[in-house]
């Protein structure tokens, strides 16, 4: 048997890249009589059934060290979220809720947003140090000109990375800057909703080099946090952290509480206050969700 990683799960089609050829595989019947079904990023063992057509079946699913249902995507290291500075505007609701699946899931996370081309930089420097005091890598590139390309490739190099954000931010443009030989399809940005027409349909993997992996996924449009207790929001905040030892209650939520460390750094700018904001309503939102425990 050979060993590959599928980049691409359709219509209960495999596809395994294995060096620099891919194979189209079915599952063998005994996965799905344990349970088993394959996702993009899986590493397999297959067995080549039809050499000239370049046809297999997979054999064996190898231990995966994570798991993401949404879309369904395994062994992650990092997650990029992608952004614009304009057209469309960044989506800081958005944004913020992929950072708390991040930290959720313990992936290792960069911000990166695209088009600074089509903005003064000065618009966009308090962003930058706001995202960057948290902990967070901020790339500001432009997949047009390619400003900013080649430190986003060294964050990029020896990782799988999953591309998260909204449609119409050009993540295809990007990772068509990034490695050339891809050539993925772009979309247009609708200009009746500022939001992009959907091009990525499906999540595929991308073999950028040895050890280079890029997910091309579907936009992403919600973030369902609805697994979470709301206590446990704040947690993921990860400003939040140092701060609130200083509240004058152990429990506090940071909400409507007196004494809060964290509402009066807000109020001093020490945390951006739209963070705030979003935290506040994915707080609400869990509280208001019957189904949380």
Not at 138 to 155: P, Y
Request: proline share 3%.
């Amino acid at each position: 048997m050979k060993e590959g990683r599928i980049i691409k799960a359709l219509s209960g089609f495999f596809y395994v890249q294995d060096n620099k050829s891919v194979v189209v595989c079915k599952g063998r019947g005994i996965l799905k009589k344990r349970g088993i079904t394959p996702i993009t990023g899986d590493w397999v063992k297959y067995s080549i059934i039809n050499e000239q057509l370049k046809e297999g079946v997979v054999e064996e699913v190898l231990p995966r060290k994570n798991e993401m249902l949404r879309p369904p995507l395994s062994n992650l290291d990092q997650i990029l979220a992608v952004f614009s500075v304009k057209e469309p505007i960044p989506n800081f609701v958005l944004l913020d809720r992929i950072l708390l699946r991040a930290e959720m899931q313990r992936y290792q996370i960069g911000v990166c947003f695209n088009k600074i081309d089509l903005e003064d930089k000065e618009t966009f420097d308090g962003i930058l140090s706001g995202y960057e005091k948290i902990g967070y890598p901020v790339f500001f590139i432009s997949a047009k000109s390619g400003d900013g390309i080649a430190s986003l490739r060294n964050f990029l190099a020896g990782n799988t990375t999953a591309l998260a954000g909204a449609s119409g931010v050009g993540k295809s443009s990007l990772i068509n800057k990034l490695y050339p030989s891809f050539e993925l399809k772009t979309g247009k940005i609708s200009e009746k909703i500022q939001r992009g027409k959907h091009t990525t349909r499906f999540t595929e993997l991308l073999w950028a080099d040895e050890d280079t992996w890029i997910a091309d996924t579907p936009g992403f449009s919600t973030l369902n946090a609805s697994d979470l207790k709301y206590e446990e929001v704040k947690r993921y905040f990860k400003e939040f952290l140092a701060l609130e030892s200083s509240c004058r209650f152990l429990s506090c939520l940071h909400l409507k509480e007196p004494g809060c460390s964290i509402k009066k750094a807000v109020s001093d700018g020490e945390i951006m206050e739209h963070r705030y904001k979003n935290y506040q309503n994915i707080v609400e939102e869990i509280k208001s969700d019957r189904r949380y425990c």
